[in-house]
């Protein structure tokens, strides 16, 4: 009733008050966003938002269009360090090999530069592509824990996997393991407030990453800004990263195993990059300094950093790059992914389960197959995508692919998760980072770089199994394509920058 007066009100006010009303919303508005400085395709997606749609386009601009990273910035400077830079000397490769290419030497030092993410040695590198065995993994490194288990995750839900894990971590902690979880607010939205009271009570830690400040502070909440990063470490030297979830989706198995992920073993070295990025945002969700020596775990933020022993491992050479919104250089991850594609010689194979390229990165990608590099995109089949407004304009970027000699392949079985990068022989990159606008400049990820020939040979192997499930999209199946659904990957496209 109420609502009706309220418009009854509206429709007897003067047409020319309607009008500028109308004429100041919109040039307020205009000035807001302008002001934002971000790329100009988002900034014509959100005033046409805003301008076409005024109560949707407001509301949504309010809770993820405001681009809120400077606060976090200008809190990291005042604080005089992060944990990412302060390991930046720590068990690092100081010379690189002479092995290295030119191309990986640049990278190597590109990621240095945007992200203080040294080159270190893993002792161990196991790539898992099933459910059960990524499970089996997680489930026994928890239980070999003795110090420390640290997991961060962007999505943990209350089901049967979930809960499974959440009573193996109880038990550790009633062991006298320091158990410490971030999860991300939003991507765990619907998880149950008493998950976790049995944990708590055994001194488990866990945080909720950018909480949702619903429903009066609203307005200033970070809701755009989420923590996607899949992260667990155990006792500073066992982590795991990738694609996966807390959830039946990603680890479940009979008719729980919907999902096509990948997930990464680390042991040694390496995982001090793991643990520098869950200690950055330990520090940021609870300003609880966590130190990298197991025998101080605790530390207060004015107590100097002991640096841990030097570099002990030997194995596959690896890069922990983390990236976010707040990196004073921007996209540590736009520009690491930019700068291996262009530097591809033979190939380059890309999968990610959604594919939104900026101008940079398509050309990039367009132009190393018009050099004469096998480029090959394996995304999911749009009927199986959890996001099917993102698949149709991951479509829109085909034919320009195809024009330029990248071949496209669309996953069959089921939702394709897994999100890694291969390039010629002795290059790849696994992560939680989708090849998307989102996970580039929006969202907090962090992705594993190898130098490695055997690691790269590995995943490749894995691309081409995943491309046999698939089918090529090619452009006789494009140039059949019905009007209708060319019309919608046109739409998709034009609301990209905003998914």
């Known amino acids: 009733m109420l609502a009706a007066a309220v418009l009854d009100d509206l429709l007897t006010l003067p047409r020319w008050l309607v009008e500028l009303v109308f004429v100041v919303y919109v040039a307020t508005i205009t000035g807001f966003v302008l002001l934002e400085r971000r790329k100009p395709a ?42 990412t830079d302060t390991t930046r000397k720590m068990a690092n490769v100081e010379h690189l090999p002479t092995s290295l290419s030119p191309s990986s030497r640049g990278l190597v030092r590109l990621a240095l530069e945007t992200s203080a993410a040294p080159l270190r040695r893993a002792d161990h590198v196991e790539l898992m592509a099933s459910p059960d065995t990524s499970l089996e993994a997680l489930e026994q490194a928890i239980r070999n824990a003795r110090r420390t288990i640290h997991m961060e995750f962007y999505i943990w839900n209350d089901d049967e996997i979930s809960q499974r894990v959440t009573a193996l971590l109880t038990q550790r902690a009633q062991a006298g393991v320091r158990v410490r979880i971030i999860y991300d607010h939003w991507g765990s939205i619907g998880l149950d407030g008493n998950h976790f009271s049995e944990l708590r009570q055994a001194g488990g830690r866990i945080v909720a990453y950018g909480r949702l400040l619903l429903p009066i502070r609203f307005a ?50 390496a995982v001090l990059g793991l643990e520098a990025t869950f200690a950055e945002d330990w520090l940021e969700s609870t300003d609880e300094r966590i130190d990298l020596q197991p025998e101080q775990l605790e530390l ?22 983390p990236s976010g919104p707040d990196l004073e250089l921007g996209s540590s991850i736009v520009a690491q992914f930019l700068a291996a594609i262009m530097s591809a010689q033979d190939r380059c194979y890309i999968a990610t389960p959604y594919f939104i390229l900026d101008e940079v990165l398509t050309i990039a990608v367009k132009t190393a197959a018009m050099r004469g590099v096998d480029v090959r995109v394996l995304i999911p089949d749009p009927s199986k995508s959890d996001a099917k407004l993102v698949a149709w304009a991951s479509r829109s970027y085909y034919d320009e692919l195809q024009e330029a000699g990248c071949r496209i392949f669309e996953y069959l079985p089921g939702m394709f998760h897994a999100k890694y990068m291969v390039v010629d022989d002795g290059l790849s990159a696994i992560g939680s980072a989708n090849m998307d606008i989102r996970s580039f400049y929006l969202n907090y990820e962090v992705t594993a770089m190898f130098y490695d020939r055997q690691v790269t040979a590995d995943l490749a192997e894995l691309f081409q199994a995943d491309q046999l499930r698939s089918r090529e999209i090619t452009p006789d199946i494009r140039q059949n394509m019905p009007l209708g659904a060319r019309l919608g990957e046109g739409f998709a496209r034009l609301l990209s920058p905003l998914l």
């Open 42 to 83: 988002a900034t014509l997606a959100w005033l046409l938002v805003l301008v076409f749609l005024p109560l949707f386009g407001t509301l949504a601009y309010l809770a993820f269009g405001r681009q809120r990273v400077r606060r976090r910035r200008r809190r990291r400077r005042k604080r005089g360090f992060n944990p």
């Open 220 to 269: 200033r909440s970070r809701a755009n800004f989420r923590n996607h990063r899949k992260i667990v470490i155990v006792d500073q030297s066992v982590g795991f990263m990738g694609g996966i979830n807390m959830a039946n989706d990603y680890l479940g198995s009979g008719q729980h195993a919907r999902w096509r992920d990948l997930l990464v073993k680390l042991e040694g070295d």
């Open 300 to 321: 207060d933020i004015d107590t100097p950093l002991v640096v841990p022993t030097p570099m002990s491992s030997a194995g596959p050479l690896v890069q922990i790059i």
